[in-house]
């Protein structure tokens, strides 16, 4: 699905991702963890092209983007959920949600299926999404990018001051969708116990450089808390 193959990026002449290679397989989650200023979100721009690479290959379902410009990354099925439950403040949830879909030829059904993945939102239709919660934003960033009907799906820190309950409902969602088929979870995260839950591969990242990796799921905890030496 996605390949990072010797990526090195940064901005300007600082350079702080150093020759990083990922693979997220397909129909699957692959977590990056590590302390911040490890340059995670350095990373995930970088594979949306957010931020160009200075040298290395990315890969997209076997073709190259390298040089390819986000817009067009979208268009051949790339989603990104940036850090900080990010959406339109002074639109409602549902013209937040129109928005994405207006022009797709299954606009409306689209944000129904987001709606089923999130049904709080059903009853947050008409609010503002500046008065949303912040677990509510959260779900309303991943259903909107969900309407673009994405084959990957990039998660900045989706659990980022939100409550337990509805971390557990983002974490059962990410799960059943790639348990369907046809998507993959690239998922920036610092819930050590969430993201190896959801995650069947992960990446420890330190100083912009790969420092670890392995299988995910609960055993791998040790591993990677030794890894972060926490």
Same mark, same amino acid.
């Given at each position: 699905?996605?390949?990072?193959?010797?990526? $090195?990026?940064?901005?300007?002449?600082?350079?702080?991702?150093?020759?990083?290679?990922?693979?997220?397989?397909?129909?699957?989650?692959?977590?990056?963890?590590?302390?911040?200023?490890? *340059?995670?979100?350095?990373?995930?721009?970088?594979?949306?092209?957010?931020?160009?690479?200075?040298?290395?290959?990315?890969?997209?379902?076997?073709?190259?983007?390298?040089?390819?410009?986000?817009?067009?990354?979208?268009?051949?099925?790339?989603?990104?959920?940036?850090?900080?439950?990010?959406?339109?403040? #002074?639109?409602?949830?549902?013209?937040?949600?129109?928005?994405?879909?207006?022009?797709?030829?299954?606009?409306?059904?689209?944000?129904?299926?987001?709606?089923?993945?999130?049904?709080?939102?059903?009853?947050l239709l008409n609010r503002k999404a500046g008065?949303?919660?912040?677990?509510?934003? #959260?779900?309303?960033?991943?259903?909107?990018?969900?309407?673009?009907?994405?084959?990957?799906?990039?998660?900045?820190?989706?659990?980022?001051?939100?409550?337990?309950?509805?971390v557990a409902e983002i974490e059962r969602t990410?799960?059943?969708?790639?348990?369907? *088929?046809?998507?993959?979870?690239?998922?920036?995260? #610092? $819930?050590?116990?969430?993201?190896?839950?959801?995650?069947?591969?992960?990446?420890?990242?330190?100083?912009?450089?790969?420092?670890?990796?392995?299988?995910?799921?609960?055993?791998?905890?040790?591993?990677?808390?030794?890894?972060?030496?926490?």
């Amino acid at each position: 699905m996605l390949e990072l193959i010797d990526i $090195h990026s940064g901005y300007g002449r600082t350079e702080v991702i150093h020759d990083v290679s990922i693979t997220v397989p397909d129909d699957s989650v692959v977590a990056i963890m590590g302390h911040n200023g490890a *340059g995670k979100t350095t990373l995930l721009r970088t594979a949306v092209g957010l931020i160009g690479t200075e040298s290395g290959q990315i890969n997209f379902n076997g073709a190259a983007i390298t040089k390819m410009s986000p817009s067009r990354r979208v268009k051949r099925g790339i989603a990104y959920v940036p850090q900080g439950q990010q959406s339109f403040p #002074q639109l409602s949830t549902a013209e937040n949600l129109q928005v994405v879909a207006d022009g797709r030829k299954r606009g409306k059904a689209l944000i129904d299926e987001s709606l089923d993945l999130f049904p709080a939102l059903r009853e947050l239709l008409n609010r503002k999404a500046g008065l949303l919660s912040g677990g509510q934003r #959260q779900q309303l960033a991943i259903a909107r990018a969900l309407i673009t009907e994405p084959k990957l799906l990039i998660l900045d820190e989706p659990t980022e001051g939100i409550q337990p309950s509805v971390v557990a409902e983002i974490e059962r969602t990410i799960i059943d969708l790639t348990r369907r *088929g046809g998507l993959s979870v690239l998922l920036v995260e #610092q $819930h050590i116990g969430f993201a190896l839950q959801a995650a069947q591969r992960y990446y420890v990242l330190q100083s912009g450089r790969v420092t670890s990796t392995g299988e995910g799921g609960a055993g791998a905890e040790t591993s990677v808390r030794s890894a972060m030496a926490i």
